[in-house]
């Protein structure tokens, strides 16, 4: 395998210490083993590929899924939970710049839709996620911030026929977001879930319409001829079709046509100890609302269910065991200054994952050209629960000669252009992350 990272980043240590693993247990999968043949082979088993196999098996088709690890154990069982509008990163005026206001619009529209693709999910399935919060809020810093939300909101009325609230600063403590923050804009759209029961959810119900899941088969090489032979450590499996799902843990040679076409990046996690009542109150942080900030190095937090507060951040150029100590150390500063009452709290669980980003800041989910009857969806920007979700569904009809029936807007069509530098295009992250952390976001 060609990976940008070093082994490190893809072994145990990363998530050695990730919450989300604790609240699970993971199921009994077999290898697979020997010769085995099915209509669709999917590689991957996170939420892309566990929905493009539950919607597959659903509609009849013979489907297998090959998953390196466990279903989950990539960045669709590390990441925050936020099932959220997201998926299309580039600004809305970047956007209409590239290509025309109205695929701006049917873009954004399609990050709703992505949304109530995993509601349908969840409910038609009966997946015990732990759901809470009412959409997501946005916090702003500054009197400037408030500025733009109230032009943001009416962006976001007009696109998407919702209206978001405006929580001014003298009303921010009781809303319960107390903090460094001027302002906030709730978005009533989205809710936060626990992504691993979310990811099992999904693998057991695909299994339950008939998909078979094999556990510890990474796909090491493909052939394509008359379908395609993928070949693991211990078996080879013949395909008529091909998808491909495995977005910040890619290959550049799985297949060729996927080199430097995305860009993996770590986002890091901590969790709390259970928070009593009154350290709750003495932070003033009691809501339960997913949240995020405007910085570059973005944070993202929520108070859970069960009372752990939940913060990550975005940043990581260097993956070691050093490394990850290191990074350990920032997020927990950062923690620390936007929660001083929480200062002595201790994190137990701290990790990171790699989401993708492209180079357009846009995803992409369709044919692999080149690869008559392979198809893939990769690169999120780090919004994958709504959207990997979604993708899977889209990339399920197509590998059945049907047109989607979910939202698959004209940009997220078009292939994703390579990021110069090859191999050593992680790059491309150190100007951007060196003037943020001069600038101290």
């Known amino acids: 395998m060609k990976r940008i990272f070093p082994e490190h980043t893809y072994g145990a240590a990363p998530r050695e210490s990730c919450y989300w693993a604790d609240t699970v247990t993971n199921p009994a999968l077999p290898a697979a083993q020997g010769p085995l043949a099915c209509d669709v082979a999917v590689i991957g088993g996170g939420f892309t590929g566990l929905s493009a196999a539950l919607h597959l098996a659903e509609a ?77 809020s946005i916090m702003g810093f500054t009197a400037k911030s408030l500025i733009g939300f109230e032009a943001e909101s009416r962006r976001v009325e007009a696109d998407l026929g919702v209206t978001p609230e405006i929580t001014p ?60 032979t993928l070949h ?11 998808i491909v799902a495995t977005n910040g843990y890619s290959s550049d040679d799985l297949p060729d046509w996927m080199r430097a076409r995305y860009l993996p990046a ?51 150029l260097f993956s070691s065991a050093a490394a990850d100590a290191g990074m350990h150390r920032t997020i927990r500063s950062h923690f620390e200054r936007m929660f001083p009452a929480w200062a002595h709290v201790d994190t137990p669980y701290s990790w990171n994952g790699l989401l993708s980003l492209s180079r357009d800041m846009t995803p992409y989910a369709g044919p692999i050209p080149e690869m008559p009857g392979a198809f893939t969806a990769l690169s999120y920007q780090g919004n994958g629960v709504a959207m990997a979700s979604h993708a899977g569904a889209i990339l399920a ?13 004209g940009i997220m069509r078009k292939p994703p252009r ?24």
């Not at 997201?86 to 619009?105: L, S, T, Y």
């Not at 996690?269 to 009691?286: C, H, K, M, N, P």
């Not at 009809?397 to 807007?409: E, K, M, S």
Request: proline share 5%; net charge neutral; glycine share 10%.
């Open 232 to 242: 693991t450590d211990a078996a080879q499996i013949t395909a008529k079709r091909l």
């Open 266 to 316: 770590q986002s890091n996690v901590l969790v709390t100890r259970t928070l009593s009542d009154e350290e709750i109150a003495e932070q003033g942080w009691t809501t339960n609302q997913m949240a995020y900030d405007e910085r570059f190095f973005l944070h993202y937090f929520r108070l859970m269910p069960n009372r752990r507060f939940l913060f990550g951040m975005r940043g990581g």
């Open 60 to 136: 009849g088709a013979d489907v297998a899924l090959l998953e390196a690890e466990t279903p989950g154990w990539g960045a669709s069982g590390r990441n925050g939970g936020f099932c959220c509008l997201g998926g299309f990163g580039a600004p809305d005026n970047v956007i209409a710049k590239m290509h025309g206001d109205a695929a701006r619009q049917e873009a954004r529209r399609s990050e709703m839709a992505a949304v109530a693709t995993v509601e349908s999910l969840i409910e038609r399935h009966a997946l015990e996620v732990e759901r809470h919060s009412r959409g997501e």
């Open 418 to 441: 390579r990021f110069p530098l090859g191999r050593f295009r992680r790059a491309w992250l150190w100007p951007p992350y060196a003037v943020a952390k001069i600038m101290g976001d």
């Open 397 to 409: 009809d197509l590998a059945q000669d049907r047109q989607p029936q979910a939202d698959w807007p």
């Open 169 to 228: 600063p003298e009303q921010l403590a009781e809303m319960g977001m107390t903090g460094p923050f001027h302002c906030a804009m709730t978005i009533p759209v989205g809710f936060a879930l626990n992504p691993a029961k979310y990811a099992l959810g999904l693998a057991r119900a695909a299994q339950d319409a008939g998909a078979r899941i094999f556990a510890d088969s990474a796909v090491r090489r493909i052939d394509q001829g008359n379908g395609f």
